[in-house]
């Protein structure tokens, strides 16, 4: 069982920059992030595997959002740069043991989400 707990969530200004935390009990061969606006279906952000051989992100964030993990630390981060309102949703961290993709269906630890708030 891999427990993950995330941090880092606020509320910033559109243009602005925040850096989520996820930090997990155990070593998952992957890790990411997702996230889910009010009303709409939770959607793929960004995932990584644990030596960061692979590495995927979302057209939508491409160029702004930097996924990065740290081993000995058991925690991956998401730095989130040039904030747009639409980037408002809760974001959630993923793990799985032994898969990585773009699908919630692919992973199967959860973390209870942090809110994200951009003003415009």
């Known amino acids: 069982q891999v427990q993950l707990v995330e941090s880092g969530g606020g509320l910033v200004q559109a243009g602005g920059s925040l850096r989520l935390s996820c930090a997990a009990s155990l070593r998952a061969f992957s890790m990411g992030w997702f996230r889910q606006a009010p009303g709409k279906e939770r959607e793929f952000v960004a995932a990584m595997s644990w030596n960061g051989g692979m590495i995927y992100y979302a057209d939508s964030v491409k160029g702004r959002f930097t996924i990065s993990r740290d081993n000995a630390k058991n925690t991956l981060y998401l730095q989130m740069n040039s904030l747009k309102p639409e980037d408002t949703a809760v974001y959630y961290c993923?793990?799985?043991?032994?898969?990585?993709?773009?699908?919630?269906?692919?992973?199967?630890?959860w973390g209870q989400g942090t809110q994200v708030t951009v003003s415009s």
């Open positions: 993923a793990a799985d043991r032994l898969r990585i993709g773009a699908s919630p269906t692919e992973y199967g630890y």
